[in-house]
């Protein structure tokens, strides 16, 4: 296994991080590098923005659920997906341009992660810790308003980056065999596989937690789908142009 | 800057593959290092389509709008977003799982994305080549149908992987000004940069047709957008269960 792969393989998210900051040299070649991921037909349909004010660092915490290290990592970011830049191009070059597509919104979706994806790598190869963070979806429209996020675009994650000042183990994931499939979608096994994944979890349960917690996968994923997680996003995301038709 | 910094902004697509076949222990390396990125709140909510045969690779070449590389290259995979598997589990374990909302299409989406670019850089790290395949939602019923992706499964790439035989430039990117905004969105200077990324674009297509190629950003960004592109998606993923509400 080469030094990149074991770095990819050794991913854990960050919430605890020391006092010292990111040199704003090294924050921009992170993402620099995060540009170079693979990007549908060259749209490059993301913006970042990098939330430096504390009050709205302080209200992005709240909103995305009382998540402090969102106010306390070095920085924070927000990756948006953005078809506002690429439409407005085409248009100025005289295109008549449709928007607010699904498949705009899978593509801007995805660009904004790959990119992502590539920016965390980057940070991690440099020593650096991070957490995604989701739950600015809990509340997009507030979040968008702090951000002043024009139509077109969408807060997708966040990111928190900062020098680790926590060590946490290494999370276990489904088996491969569960995921990767030959030729055809296989789900004979899944009722087991699954099974045998809750035993694993349980395990890094018990581990972590000095027998205290007896939880396990299929437990965990359960309040997740119970409610309705995020009902708002159809909506939100159709008032931002995204997924009309 | 650091070996795997540099890796990553070295990243281009590769199209012509040699023969030499990857081995199978290594694709399951790069899976594994694909399934350590991050992940909401654990769902890992994706599987891959390891495509081996011949005709299956061959008719996806064609659907995806002639892309001979699916059939030629060492290996093919189909990253498909899955919420199947997450919300039997959560169903198994006793929950009244909610199904088809937008906020999972976005979840299931971002965690596919994710997976793949890390399968990507370390793919790239051990000297392969590769290159995702969009147009698979060219023709994304017929795709599905091939690979049996059952409801609450959609498939969102390809990528085409093997060993390269050709050694392309890098593809410029925005530049990082445009794209990394400080607290607020900002576009007071889009079309500048924009006018400004089209020359360097300019150049490149010139250099790289012998001056034959006189085109820009905006003007390859045109064709995307005037046609409504990939206008079945919305039905089609709905017909799949997602996005419903």
């Known amino acids: 296994m080469n030094a990149t792969i074991e770095l990819l393989q050794s991913h854990r998210s960050i919430r605890k991080f020391t006092e010292q900051k990111i040199p704003l040299e090294l924050?921009?070649?992170?993402i620099r590098a995060g540009q170079c991921a693979a990007t549908s037909n060259h749209v490059q349909a993301y913006s970042v923005i990098h939330v430096t004010n504390p009050e709205n660092r302080q209200a992005i915490a709240e909103l995305a659920g009382g998540q402090a290290y969102i106010a306390d990592c070095s920085d924070f970011l927000v990756f948006c997906a953005d078809m506002k830049r690429s439409t407005n191009a085409a248009e100025r070059a005289g295109a008549e341009v449709v928007r607010g597509t699904t498949e705009q919104l899978v593509v801007a979706s995805v660009d904004t992660a790959l990119m992502a994806q590539n920016v965390a790598v980057a940070a991690e190869s440099e020593g650096l810790g991070l957490c995604y963070i989701g739950g600015i979806?809990?509340?997009?429209?507030?979040?968008?308003?702090?951000?002043?996020?024009?139509?077109?675009?969408?807060?997708?994650?966040?990111?928190?980056?900062?020098?680790?000042?926590?060590?946490?183990?290494?999370?276990?994931?489904?088996?491969?065999e569960s995921i990767l499939m030959e030729d055809y979608y296989r789900d004979d096994q899944e009722e087991e596989q699954v099974s045998g994944f809750d035993s694993t979890m349980n395990e890094y349960y018990r581990e972590r937690s000095?027998?205290?917690?007896?939880?396990?996968?299929?437990?965990?994923?359960?309040?997740?789908?119970?409610?309705?997680?995020?009902?708002?996003?159809?909506?939100?995301?159709?008032?931002?142009?995204?997924?009309?038709?």
Do not use: I
């Open 137 to 176: 979806r809990n509340n997009p429209a507030e979040v968008s308003s702090l951000l002043r996020l024009p139509e077109d675009v969408y807060p997708v994650f966040g990111m928190c980056l900062g020098y680790p000042d926590q060590n946490p183990e290494v999370k276990p994931r489904l088996p491969v």
């Open 210 to 245: 000095g027998g205290n917690k007896d939880t396990n996968w299929s437990e965990q994923l359960k309040p997740l789908f119970t409610t309705k997680l995020r009902p708002h996003m159809q909506g939100f995301l159709q008032g931002k142009g995204f997924g009309l038709k």
């Open 27 to 30: 924050l921009h070649e992170l």
